[in-house]
């Protein structure tokens, strides 16, 4: 069974890194592609990067210059580092295990019950 | 970046009724939409992908059609555990994959 498991600070400064971690247990870390998601308290998702099966990375534009998702396949964990962060920052993060339609890898079919972090002094 | 609009914001509806929800995308994503399950405290859970096709464990009675900028779920006879908010989600080129502002699905 496939399980994914968030940790890290729960409360980080503005102007700091936020660091993520998620671990992954029940399947092959290297054969699938993995997000990160957040979730603002009350309000929506939004997808903040992807590290694939191959270890490249895509962004989420408007965060892209602050983020970095990275893989340690010795460790069945991929990460995400987010720099310079401001209150606009906290919310519940998610990371998410991509499903593949064929080869379209498209959709979020497991995910962490996710871990909140808020951005306060 | 591709808006997904959705409607109504929310549903009030009883249990055994139909519930019909919206997803409307600002430009063609064919048929490569999703549709998750977000229930209070939870993370979302996979319905639908490729617009049609139910996820594996998804009930009978949870249904997607749609192809290009329109998209609908629909929930033949509401239960009790169907009250929850929804979100269709999309991926375009970049890729970017982008997320509608949800349903709430609520008990009247």
């Known amino acids: 069974q496939v399980q994914l498991q968030e940790s890290g600070p729960g409360l980080v400064k503005p102007a700091e890194t936020l660091s993520l971690t998620c671990s992954v247990a029940?399947?092959?870390?290297?054969?699938?592609?993995w997000s990160w998601i957040r979730q603002p308290p009350g309000k929506g998702l939004e997808w903040i990067g992807v590290i694939s099966s191959s270890g490249s990375t895509n962004y989420n534009p408007s965060l892209k210059s602050r983020l970095t998702i990275s893989v340690d396949t010795s460790k069945s964990q991929f990460s995400l580092k987010l720099t310079s962060v401001t209150a606009a920052d906290t919310a519940l993060y998610y990371c998410?295990?991509?499903?593949?339609?064929?080869?379209?890898?498209?959709?979020?079919?497991?995910w962490g019950q996710g871990t909140l972090v808020t951005v306060s002094s | 970046e591709i808006v997904l609009t959705q409607s109504p914001a929310t549903l009030s509806l009883s249990p055994g009724e139909r519930a019909t929800l919206s997803c409307r995308a600002s430009?063609?994503?064919?048929?490569?939409l999703a549709w998750y399950q977000q229930k209070s405290g939870q993370a979302p859970r996979l319905l639908i992908y490729d617009a049609s096709n139910r996820a594996t464990g998804v009930p009978a009675r949870f249904s997607g059609s749609g192809s290009g900028t329109d998209f609908t779920l629909t929930i033949s006879s509401l239960e009790a555990e169907d009250f929850a908010v929804y979100y269709c989600?999309?991926?375009?080129?970049?890729?970017?994959?982008?997320f509608g502002q949800g349903t709430k699905l609520e008990i009247k």
């Open positions: 029940g399947g092959s870390i290297s054969s699938y592609h």
């Open positions: 998410a295990r991509h499903y593949c339609s064929g080869v379209n890898c498209y959709y979020f079919n497991y």
């Open positions: 430009q063609s994503v064919s048929s490569y």
């Open positions: 989600q999309q991926r375009s080129d970049g890729p970017l994959y982008t």
